[in-house]
């Protein structure tokens, strides 16, 4: 259920965002990092047989991330650049390395 939940949410933010044509309050230094977080740990989509629901899922976890990006280009003057100070690149600076040990090792 917890599932259809975050997917409905995901549903409710995709349509206030399209419908009020704004993206004000949100974060596009997040909403990228989701992205990169979703096709990152999802690459295994190419790699491993699996079930529907799982393929269902992970696809629209990567769609969801990249429909919630587009905004940011369509309605540039919604965006208040002011409070996102999300130091986006520094933390992947930063994780990056911790990942890539992480993965070797497994």
Same mark, same amino acid.
């Given at each position: 259920? %917890? ?11 995709? %349509?206030?965002?399209?419908?009020? $044509?704004?993206?004000? %309050? ?11 977080? +979703?096709?990152? $740990?999802?690459?295994?989509?190419? @790699? ?12 629209? +976890? ?6 919630? !990006?587009?905004? +940011? ?6 965006? @208040? ?5 999300? *130091? &986006? ?7 990056? *390395? &911790?990942?890539?040990? &992480?993965? !070797? @090792?497994?």
């Amino acid at each position: 259920i %917890g599932d259809y939940l975050h997917d409905a949410a995901i549903l409710i933010l995709l %349509g206030t965002v399209w419908c009020t $044509r704004s993206v004000a %309050g949100l974060s596009k230094q997040t909403q990228l990092a989701y992205l990169v977080l +979703f096709i990152a $740990r999802y690459m295994d989509l190419l @790699e491993q047989s699996q079930t529907a629901y799982l393929v269902a899922h992970k696809l629209a +976890f990567i769609a969801s991330a990249i429909l919630l !990006s587009l905004p +940011f280009w369509i309605w540039k003057s919604s965006h @208040e650049m002011t409070k996102d100070t999300c *130091p &986006i690149f520094f933390i992947m600076l930063c994780i990056s *390395p &911790i990942a890539a040990v &992480i993965s !070797s @090792e497994k």
